[in-house]
Nanobody, 124 residues
């Protein structure tokens, strides 16, 4: 099983990024794919999730309106578009796969497979 994140980098405040998570080795349509981030000295937090079987999408209140998750089922990719980046968005961003029933649980321990992370640094 592999989850490979890409698209991170250095961006100025107010800018945008699109992160991608390429998934292989699992039946993509059976899983939920979540995006998490971990800033230095902080716990890993969920920022979005899409349940591939039913298409349900989740965002925590803290990021609603700036983050958009989408799927490319033909290529087994889940994208996360981030708009209007803020300094506090600086973190390592991870994608993770949650096995069926793929409820998009909010806690990292419910996810079975993880990518290596892609760093995002927002500067003023």
């Amino acid at each position: 099983v592999q989850l490979v994140e890409s698209g991170g980098g250095l961006v100025q405040t107010g800018g945008s990024l699109r992160l991608s998570c390429a998934v292989s080795g699992i039946t993509f349509d059976d899983y939920a794919i979540g995006w998490f981030r971990q800033a230095p000295g902080k716990e890993r937090e969920q920022i979005s999730c899409i349940s591939i079987p039913d298409g349900n999408i989740y965002y925590p209140t803290s990021v609603k309106g700036r983050f958009t998750i989408s799927r490319d089922s033909a290529n087994n990719i889940v994208n996360l578009q981030i708009h209007n980046l803020e300094l506090q968005d600086t973190a390592v961003y991870y994608c993770a796969a949650e096995r069926p029933p793929a409820y998009c649980g909010p806690h990292p321990h419910t996810y079975d497979y993880w990518g290596q992370g892609t760093p995002v640094t927002v500067s003023s």
